[in-house]
């Protein structure tokens, strides 16, 4: 298993077996390098930990917990893990403002925790049958271990033809789960459960138009400037569009030297060459900046190989021009700084504002006397599937999502079994009052954002780097303790 997935750690490995478990850590080196090794135990050596992330407040977390007697043997944010959970036990999650998937055994109490982080931006995935947990960050390396076969979970491309993502815990291999984000587990004797301790929620602002842009920059900033710890070289990809340039603008704030910038484009002029925005942005701050041009050949000659490192099908065709710009990451820093996460908090796909004008004109019907001088042409498409479609050809498109493959073509497609793909939305939002807008987030969030941040995580951890997303800082999303 630790073979299969070296890429994600090519500096060091670690090993841990007792008469129960046997685990293998692949190491990342990028704080305490000198004695960051993993497994790492407490002071007793009872409790084991194999951890995969960042912790970003983990300095303030070290001082709390030496104040309650806690003695480090490293510098890592790794031991922080370690003693919070001696402390708080499972709570000891809910403290972390960071990017994580760990485990931790109990050697007496012959019990496994495992974690991972609330927006699911690193991975976890496992498979429980007959007594036996097997988990790992990749698919490929539980297929095959153990028993486990790779047979095709039906249910899960149902979902994906759908949605042309997969919207829950299921993976496209029967019986291999990814742990929902914002979730924990226990697994001892008893057998397996899963816990949810972070849920994303909404609540209103008092603050004017002119304070929130204010309020914006100064927790943003704050969560680059955590987000930047690094005792490696660091840098950030750069394509023009606000959410890497805001990244960007505020990481050259926080550095000593040039920023490494990184762009990937494609040659064909824009839209899809965005370079002459990236120059601008890197020019302004003094970046240092590095190019790559995504070819055909790259598709021809690339395409095996990124299905190998996503394990399963993905959304769209992003996952091969970002392997192109991660291998260019790759040959010159190990951490890099990426804007994921900002459309969906800050609402900047084209449904965001077919939901936003479909309320102007609900509110004042004139106002759509307005709309050819506040939509784009190359708009126009999404704006009218996301607002006529659910009146003239599906009522499910309200949901906000593209569908690929409705009912009809499903049913002739699969057999359906009587699954129905929309009993996984439903099942999401259950229970919860959302306005339409607070619903459309709060499903981009908890669906699509996560499967492009395990799209982002495989595709760097193929070049052995390690993205960081500032726009999931804890205090970004709402955590005013972050």
Known sequence: MGDIIRHRGPDDEGFYSDDRVAMIHRRLSIIDLATGHQPISNETDRLILFYNGEIYNYHDLTSQLKTLGHTFKTKTDSEVILHAYEEYGPDCVKLFNGMFAFAIWDKEKHELFFARDRIGIKPFYYHHADRTF?????????VGVGGVKADLNEETLSDFITFQNVIDEKTFFRGIFKLPAGHYGIMNDSGLSITEYWDLSFSRSPLSATDAVERYREVMDRAVERHMISDVPLGSYLSGGFDSSAVA????QHTDRKLNTFTGAFNEGLPYDERRYSRLVAEKINAKMYEVEITPRDFQELLDTVVYHLDEPSIGSGALPQFVVSRLVGQHV????TGHGGDELFSGYQVFKAQYLKRRIKKNPLSVLGLPRSVRPSEIFHLLYFALFPVLVDKKI???LFIMFGEKERRRLLKQNGYDPFAVLE?????????????LMYLYVKTYLP?????EDKVGMAHSIEARIPYCDNEVVGDQDA
Not at 134 to 142: D, L, Q, R
Not at 334 to 337: E, I, M, S, T
Not at 427 to 439: A, M, P, T
């Open 134 to 142: 097997t988990f790992a960050s990749e698919i490929k390396a539980i």
């Open 249 to 252: 603008y505020f990481a050259a």
């Open 334 to 337: 190990k951490v890099v700084l």
């Open 398 to 400: 309200d949901y906000g």
């Open 427 to 439: 099942k999401r939002i259950s229970g919860k009052s959302f306005s339409d807008e607070e619903r």
């Open 451 to 455: 499967t492009l941040l395990l799209q």
